[in-house]
């Protein structure tokens, strides 16, 4: 199985509901053990910071072409607790209810991660955020580059 390690982060401005976007760096060595490397990211026109960090762990695992070890880094708490603390097991076992609080947020990018990570062992990782980590700036680079740039997408999470 390829080890892969994955890199996310999300932004938004004008948290919530203005323009946001997220980045993904893929890192692999091949079987020479060359690095090879994908960058992806886009930007929306209205969403939050919290889609965008799903976004971009979504995007990134969906790229993946066969099951994979992924080390997920990620500065969104959210994130990686939801599957560190397993969060995520209570909300699916509650038909996505979070008790007196009511339905869980972003039901349809959190379906959406689970299946995208369904084929892999998934390793979540946090890395503090804006300390100097080299591919967490990238990211949040390429997050408010694409929320800052031009043909913004539609959340249909939130405008469909």
């Excluded at 079987?31 to 995007?59: C, D, F, P, Q, W």
């Excluded at 969060?87 to 979070?98: E, Q, T």
């Amino acid at each position: 199985m390829s080890k892969v390690q994955i890199y996310t982060d999300g932004s938004a401005r004008g948290n919530p509901d203005g323009p946001g976007g997220y980045g993904a760096v893929l890192q692999f060595l091949d079987s020479k053990g060359e690095l090879h490397e994908k960058v992806m990211s886009a930007g929306y026109r209205k969403t939050t910071n919290n889609r965008m960090e799903l976004m971009a762990a979504i995007v990134a695992l969906e790229a993946l072409n066969r099951p994979c070890q992924v080390e997920l880094y990620s500065d969104s708490k959210y994130l990686t607790d939801a599957f560190n603390q397993h969060w995520i097991d209570n909300w699916v076992a509650k038909n996505w209810m979070r008790g007196k609080s009511g339905p869980v947020k972003n039901i349809d990018l959190w379906k959406r991660l689970l299946n995208a990570k369904k084929p892999h062992q998934v390793q979540f990782i946090w890395v503090k955020g804006h300390a100097g980590h080299p591919q967490n700036e990238r990211c949040d680079l390429l997050a408010t580059s694409a929320a800052d740039g031009m043909d913004l997408l539609v959340d249909e999470g939130l405008e469909g």
